[in-house]
């Protein structure tokens, strides 16, 4: 069965601080890669994804993430954090032609100001 | 587009009566998802239907839940008698069927069963 992991559940960064959150999954076939974001008290907002072509995919509020086939992995990176980043952050795989999403546990982020 | 849509916001009850939760997925989408949120267990997927059928509700975790979706702008989900144990955020989700199958979420119903 697919699933999600994501490395770090709390994640305490000082701003400017650079952040990289793991995400591994587990399924063999082609699949399609996100990260959302649920800042607090809001529901989940899709940060980006990957479905094909260029494996370093470029999301909302200088967020990135890159896709590696050979160790399933998605991390997701941003090169200097803000206060305002602070969020609980999942990762989700969705299998190519499949109904269901599976999402990670989520990693709760906060930025020290 | 206005999103999807959930109602009630907020939902305050006494154990032992119904709850009823309403979504209005976004318009041409044709899968819906029910997820329910808590500190202890996370995000949780309930239920997903696609073109109005339900897929798989393995994870609904009573018989007093139930959902259903009478047509492709509406969707309930239903607690028969609501526990306090069943208090957490229950969030709608809809997507296409087609690409990549990014999910468009609701603002969430925050129910508390007293």
């Known amino acids: 069965a697919q699933s999600v992991s994501q490395h770090n559940h709390h994640v305490i960064l000082s701003e400017a601080a650079s952040l990289e959150l793991g995400c591994n999954y587990s399924y063999g076939g082609t699949v399609n890669l996100f990260w959302y974001v649920q800042y607090p008290g809001q529901h989940l907002q899709l940060l980006l994804k990957y479905f094909s072509g260029d494996p370093l995919v470029k999301g909302i509020k200088g967020f990135e993430a890159e896709f590696i086939k050979s160790k399933f992995s998605f991390n997701l990176r941003k090169p200097s954090v803000q206060w305002s980043d602070t969020a609980e952050y999942f990762c989700a795989v969705n299998e190519e032609g499949g109904f269901k999403t599976i999402f990670g546990a989520g990693t709760r982020l906060f930025v020290k100001a | 587009d206005a999103g999807v849509i959930q109602s009630p916001r907020h939902e305050v009850t006494e154990m032992g009566q119904e709850v009823t939760l309403r979504c209005k997925p976004i318009?041409?989408?044709?899968?819906l998802f029910w997820y329910r949120q808590t500190m202890m267990r996370g995000l949780e997927l309930l239920i997903y239907?696609?073109?109005?059928?339900?897929?798989?509700d393995s994870g609904m975790p009573e018989d007093r839940f139930s959902a259903k979706m009478p047509n492709a702008s509406f969707s309930t989900l239903k607690i028969q008698p609501s526990e306090p144990r069943d208090s957490a955020v229950y969030f709608c989700?809809?997507?296409?069927?087609?690409?990549?199958?990014?999910?468009?979420f609701g603002p969430g119903t925050r129910l508390t069963v007293t």
């Open positions: 318009s041409g989408h044709n899968s």
């Open positions: 239907f696609n073109n109005n059928v339900p897929i798989d």
């Open positions: 989700a809809s997507s296409l069927k087609r690409g990549p199958y990014e999910q468009y």
